[in-house]
């Protein structure tokens, strides 16, 4: 197991003595990376646009492409499927029409696109056939429905488990379908288990030493306002290479700003002092994934 912060230092190390280390650019030796990642399904297409253009405005600032990472669930492309799902179906066919839409122009415009399941069911007691079925199933979807740049079927390579219900069972059946990466567990760590790198989902410090994962939801849950959020924010740039930032395509709000809002304003004042450089989940695993396997 690797502590992700001792491992990057390491590997800042290595570049300022001049030494390479594949996987990493000169681009990013003088700036701190920022990984946003949202659990969210597809039935909002406004908040998709806002999405777009807002990921736009810190490419034009920082003046370097600015990718997102979207785990989705493969319900919102259907009005109903068998068992049912937690989040529901598009209401119409029309609707399902537009989200695939909406999706395919992300991954036109450099977004990851991630497995958040097909039907948003808790997994954590699943056995490895029910894992390996649900799974299966949604990149058969995404296979049907979506292209990468280079007109080839699209083929998502990063996990997060639904409700954050993991287990061993979902870590064998991921690699066995040929992904990269999960990043469902709470921690600080990057580890290999079956060929799969494993990601923690890193537990931000508050200003009364305690913790709270870095995703709005459990934000919320704990009712952090938006100034803390924005200091915690501050704090954890300087803790954590690259930053990891969860959110979900939700509203919640304590104190003036909603949390997205507060997300907003400290990634665009950062990019706008040209000191943060916004990678997607599956570029910084690549960039590490030979030091883990």
Not at 123 to 142: A, L, M, P, V
Request: hydrophobic share 30%; charged share 30%; proline share 2%.
């Amino acid at each position: 197991m690797i502590n992700r912060r001792n491992f990057m230092k390491g590997l800042v190390g290595l570049i300022i003595l001049g030494e390479t280390t594949e996987g990493f650019s000169e681009q990013y030796k003088d700036k701190k990376r920022v990984v946003v990642c949202f659990d969210t399904g597809v039935r909002t297409p406004e908040k998709w646009e806002e999405l777009t253009q807002f990921s736009n405005e810190l490419a034009n600032k920082t003046g370097a492409p600015a990718p997102f990472s979207f785990y989705i669930t493969s319900c919102d492309f259907f009005t109903h499927l068998s068992g049912g799902s937690d989040t529901g179906f598009a209401k119409s066919k029309e609707n399902a029409e537009r989200n695939v839409k909406i999706i395919q122009g992300m991954i036109n415009n450099g977004h990851e696109i991630g497995s958040h399941s097909v039907r948003h069911k808790n997994g954590e007691k699943w056995n490895y056939n029910q894992w390996h079925q649900e799974i299966k199933e949604f990149d058969e979807h995404i296979s049907r429905f979506f292209s990468d740049k280079t007109g080839k079927s699209y083929k998502c390579i990063g996990f997060r488990a639904p409700y954050l219900g993991y287990n061993d069972n979902m870590h064998k059946a991921l690699s066995d379908l040929k992904y990269t990466y999960d990043i469902s567990k709470p921690g600080d760590f990057v580890k290999n288990k079956d060929g799969l790198t494993l990601v923690g989902l890193p537990e931000y410090k508050r200003k009364n030493g305690k913790i709270v994962l870095g995703m709005d939801y459990n934000w919320h849950v704990l009712k952090i306002s938006d100034v803390e959020l924005e200091s915690i924010l501050e704090k954890e740039l300087e803790r954590y290479d690259p930053l990891i930032i969860s959110m979900h395509n939700s509203r919640w709000q304590h104190g003036a700003r909603c949390y997205w809002d507060t997300v907003k304003d400290f990634l665009r004042r950062h990019a706008q002092n040209e000191d943060i450089k916004i990678i997607s989940m599956g570029e910084y695993v690549g960039s590490i994934r030979d030091k883990t396997l």
